[in-house]
Nanobody
Framework: VQLQASGGGLVQPGGSLRLSCAAS????????IGWFRQAPGKEREGVSY????????LYANSVKGRFTISRDNAKNTVYLQMNSLKPEDTAVYYC????????????????WGQGTQVTVSS
């Protein structure tokens, strides 16, 4: 069971990036997926979430209207489209899988991918 996060990079303010969370060894569609991020000197925080079956999504207030989470079960991948990026979006982004009762609580998730760095700077 492995999650692989990718797609991070350096982007100017106002730019876009699409992060991917690919699963290997299991069917990603059977799990809810959460995206978290951790900025330097700060605690890790929940960013977005997508339910395993009904596709319901949640977003942190700080990214609502700018980020979109989606899943492609045929590709066993969940995406996080990030638009209108701001310097405060700079962080290491992680994806996690499980059946969380509370979507933005880290301990509710069973497995994690490695992080991918997103840097928003001019």
């Amino acid at each position: 069971v492995q999650l692989q996060a990718s797609g991070g990079g350096l982007v100017q303010p106002g730019g876009s990036l699409r992060l991917s969370c690919a699963a290997s060894g299991f069917t990603l569609g059977a799990y809810a997926i959460g995206w978290f991020r951790q900025a330097p000197g700060k605690e890790r925080e929940g960013v977005s979430y997508i339910h395993s079956s009904d596709g319901n999504t949640l977003y942190a207030n700080s990214v609502k209207g700018r980020f979109t989470i989606s899943r492609d079960n045929a590709k066993n991948t969940v995406y996080l489209q990030m638009n209108s990026l701001k310097p405060e979006d700079t962080a290491v982004y992680y994806c996690a899988g499980g059946w969380p009762s509370i979507p933005f609580i880290e301990s509710e998730y069973d497995f994690w991918g490695q992080g991918t760095q997103v840097t928003v700077s001019s």
